[in-house]
Nanobody, 128 residues
């Protein structure tokens, strides 16, 4: 069982930066793939970024590629999302998610259904 707690959200002007953190409980964090998703009002939850258990592989949605960076510190049981050049369309509740060890196929990291554990979310609002 893994419990996830996000932090770091807030209000920022367009062009600004925020760094989200997701602290995970449990001794097996280092074996979990981690992802960030977001959900804007009236929209479905969408993939933002993911990172393999080792941190050796990262994946990004096209809409954030080149602006957002996902990283992890397994010694601190924490995954991060550095968000730069923020746009008003990045406004959403951002969720951290964890997937236990399982076979990985092309496209595995992208679906909501691939992740077993979710945080409560943190609000990010970007003003124009």
């Amino acid at each position: 069982q893994v419990q996830l707690v996000e932090s770091g959200g807030g209000l920022v002007q367009a062009g600004g930066s925020l760094r989200l953190s997701c602290a995970a409980s449990g001794r097996t964090f280092s074996s979990y793939a981690m992802g960030w998703f977001r959900q804007a009002p009236g929209k479905e939850r969408e993939f933002v970024a993911a990172i393999s258990w080792s941190g050796g592989s990262t994946y990004y949605a096209d809409s954030v590629k080149g602006r957002f960076t996902i990283s992890r510190d397994n010694a601190k049981n924490t995954v991060y999302l550095q968000m730069n050049s923020l746009k008003p369309e990045d406004t959403a509740v951002y969720y951290c998610a964890a997937a236990p060890p399982k076979p990985v196929y092309s496209g595995s990291y992208y679906p909501v259904s691939w992740y077993d554990y979710w945080g409560q979310g943190t609000q990010v609002t970007v003003s124009s």
